[in-house]
């Protein structure tokens, strides 16, 4: 990713602090919002969906504090990073900022090159969360969502496209049962007209790649997976 399509709302009701962090990002290349409340925080959070939320304790209308708990509360932005950036530095103040949701804690005063350090070590998790995406293990099998491999006891199994998206619907909650409308939405979407045929013949193909045993009919609702003792 970008930096340019990075974005962070920078959150801190001293206008001096909005100028002077807000400069030192958008001279990073980040696209930089920002609010001067725990209020605006969240509604301009919801318009934005930003990557990284550096957010100050202190302020009025709405604090720091109470802006996080709603934000983790909010579906879309359930992968945001949240830092807290607060002169408020005693140890009961912390320990408040992290049982709210933080993900981390940033003191002031801070010079402006380390905090841009400081965000550029949260936005590494963007990555790895990128590729743990990307990349799913599960007992000795591997799915590539990228390549649109699968890996099994390190044997490489070339799955067409609805094949593997059947295979990587299932295995993203071992265990539960998946409803065939719900399959079909999923996989086959608005594409075309497809009966409940259509995922059975497809059950059948992953079965004779994947093991017959690894996926359970459960008749008149439809199918999951499951992992094996064998693999766990």
Not at 21 to 34: I, M
Not at 93 to 116: H, M, N
Not at 196 to 216: A, Y
Request: hydrophobic share 40%; glycine share 6%; aromatic share 8%.
């Amino acid at each position: 990713m970008n930096k340019s399509d990075i974005r962070i709302l920078l959150v801190d009701d001293e206008p001096d602090i909005i100028e002077i962090v807000g400069y030192n990002l958008r001279n990073e290349g980040y696209q930089v919002f920002t609010a001067n409340n725990g209020q605006e925080a969240i509604k301009s959070a919801k318009k934005n969906t930003p990557h990284l939320i550096l957010l100050d304790i202190m302020m009025p209308e709405m604090d720091g504090i109470e802006a996080c708990e709603k934000i983790r509360k909010i579906n879309s932005l359930e992968n945001v990073i949240i830092s807290f950036l607060t002169a408020r530095g005693e140890d009961y103040s912390q320990v408040a900022g992290f049982e709210a949701g933080a993900d981390d804690y940033i003191t002031k005063p801070i010079k402006p090159k380390v905090l841009v350090s400081k965000v550029k070590s949260l936005l590494r998790r963007l990555k790895s969360e990128k590729e743990s995406e990307e990349t799913f293990k599960i007992g000795d099998i591997v799915i590539d969502r990228e390549e649109y491999v699968v890996y099994k006891a390190g044997k490489k199994i070339l799955l067409p496209r609805k094949e593997f998206e059947l295979f990587s619907l299932l295995t993203s909650k071992p265990g539960k049962v998946f409803k065939r409308e719900v399959i079909l939405d999923t996989v086959w979407g608005n594409e075309v007209v497809v009966g409940g045929r259509t995922i059975d013949v497809h059950i059948r193909k992953l079965r004779e790649k994947i093991g017959d045993d690894h996926f359970k009919t459960v008749k008149g609702v439809g199918y999951k997976f499951v992992l094996l003792e064998a693999d766990k």
